[in-house]
Every structure is written in C-alpha cells, then in structure tokens.
C-alpha cells in the first residue's frame, strides 16, 4: 500500500536506463566512448544511463548499434515506450484540448467490461451530466492553461459515457461522501447532477457505494482511480495521469477497492445521502 504510483513510473525509466548501461558495460565502453561512437555529447550518454533523460527510439537503436548488441533494440524501445506511457503530464494529454482524449479512450471503455471506479474529488467522467461536465472541464482548462475546446469535450465525454447503458458493462463504483458537495458547476447543474446519480442507481449494471465522511476507516482517501477489466489501473493525479499495467500493481489497487467498499453504505442509505447533498442545495 506504501508504493506510489509515481515512483513505479520512474522505477519502469530507471529498468530501462539500467538495461542500456548494462549493455555498454558488456560491450567495454565508457559513457565517454559510447557518446563518441553515436555523435553524442558525454552529457546526453551519462543522462540517459542514470534515467534522467528518457532516450527516443532513435536514442536506444544508435545505443544498441555502439555496442554491438542490435538485436536488444526492439525490445528496449518497448520497454521505453511502456515506462513513458505509465506518467503523462496532463498539459501534454491536453495540448490540443480535451475532445481529443476522450475519443482516444472511447476503444478502452468499449472493450472493458468490468469497470471499478474510486471518485475521491469528483464524479467518475461516466457519471457525469452535460453541466457537470462543463463546470469541471473549464475549470480544468483555465488551470492548466490548456486550449479551450470545452463544448466539443463535454461531447466526446457524453459519447464515451454511453457504454453506461449500452453493451455488456458492469459498473462498480465507489464515492466518497464529500464528492456530493464539492461544488464545481453551478447549483442548478450540481442540482441536476446528484439528480442523474439517483436514477443511474436504478439500473441493474451499476453499483454504487457511498463512502460516509463518518465512515471508520482501513484505507484512506486516495487519488482517485479507474480498473478496466483488472488489466490496467488509471489513477488521476493533479500532474498527470498514471497507467498502471503490472499485475503486483493492480492487485494493489483493487485491494484497497475492495478495503474501501467496507466502509460504503449502498441503496436507500446512499440515496439518503444523496437527497441530503440535494436538500443542502437549497
């Protein structure tokens, strides 16, 4: 429970780097000799072997080719491309605006279906309402400075949503209490947010679990994070996104999913709760 997500990402960087001044020490190269050989500057050699800089596929293929060990390329690119993929930095998620990564992940959430989803902040994108949406996309836009092409993203994270109600997909989902208050649209569209929530408990491919403020406790407030079919864990943090693929990993997460669910309160006890985050709007 103690490991990070982040510092997984950077052990998956360091593996790679390790593996690459493995090689050149095989071969009987300095980081001096091995810079030479690929018309490199010492620097770029020695970040690379101690995982400060990320090298390209250009980078491990010239690396391989230094030290006589070619056939080691394709699987280190791999590698490399792995450990990148495992923490991207929102602002580089978002470059172009956020209508773009919702359509990318559309194949993820059609594919999966098994879905466990812990909310610590705000609803799960799959819950979310067209006003709901708008108010946290702004939001999420203005702070990171990112371009602004909120309508067209509310869209694409409705389409997305559709696998709620369409398909073979099972939901199981895990709020905390004070996800119902925290306000980041405005009150008729929080309104109609906590609204939605009520009748989404209806149907029968959804589960969802309040987690009371009151609640004791055997796991605390994490990050929130997504389990698609236990095969990969999204875990949101306020930097980045982290992708978690290793199965050590994602036992982890989905225990602390099941410790979690202990503490929730489900059917007309969380619908209490709901009508009491309503009543609280005035």
């Not at 359509?103 to 610590?120: C, D, G, H, I, K």
């Not at 836009?141 to 369409?166: C, H, K, M, W, Y």
């Not at 943090?237 to 929730?264: D, H, K, M, V």
Request: net charge positive; charged share 25%.
């Amino acid at each position: 429970m103690s490991t990070s997500p982040f510092s997984s990402a950077q052990a998956a960087r360091q593996a790679v780097a390790s593996r690459l001044q493995g090689l050149m020490k095989d071969a009987g190269l300095s980081g001096h000799e091995l810079a030479l050989r690929c018309g490199w500057h010492r620097a770029k050699s020695s970040r690379i072997a101690r995982g400060i800089t990320p090298p390209s596929d250009a980078d491990i293929r010239a690396w391989c080719s230094a030290c006589g060990a070619d056939h080691h390329a394709a699987d280190l690119i791999a590698a490399s491309r792995n450990a990148e993929s495992m923490y991207v930095e929102w602002r580089q998620i978002h470059k172009d605006g956020m209508r773009r990564v919702h359509e990318q992940t559309v194949p993820l959430y059609q594919r999966t279906r098994s879905f466990r989803v812990y909310a610590s902040n705000v609803m799960p994108g799959m819950l979310q309402t067209a006003g709901y949406a708008a108010g946290l996309l702004r939001a999420i836009t203005i702070f990171q400075g990112t371009p602004d092409d909120v309508e067209d993203a509310v869209a694409a994270r409705l389409n997305r949503s559709r696998v709620i109600r369409e398909g073979d997909h099972r939901f199981a989902l895990l709020l905390e209490e004070t996800v119902l208050y925290y306000r980041v649209c405005d009150d008729e569209a929080m309104r109609g947010q906590l609204e939605y929530l009520l009748s989404i408990m209806g149907r029968p491919n959804v589960a969802l679990g309040i987690i009371p403020k009151r609640a004791r406790r055997t796991v605390w407030p994490l990050e929130a994070f997504y389990s698609f079919d236990d095969q990969q864990v999204a875990v949101e943090t306020l930097t980045a996104e982290i992708n978690l693929t290793t199965p050590g990993e994602i036992r982890t997460y989905l225990r602390a999913f099941a410790e979690l669910s202990r503490g929730a309160v489900r059917g007309e006890s969380a619908k209490g709760l709901i009508r009491d985050a309503l009543s609280a709007l005035g």
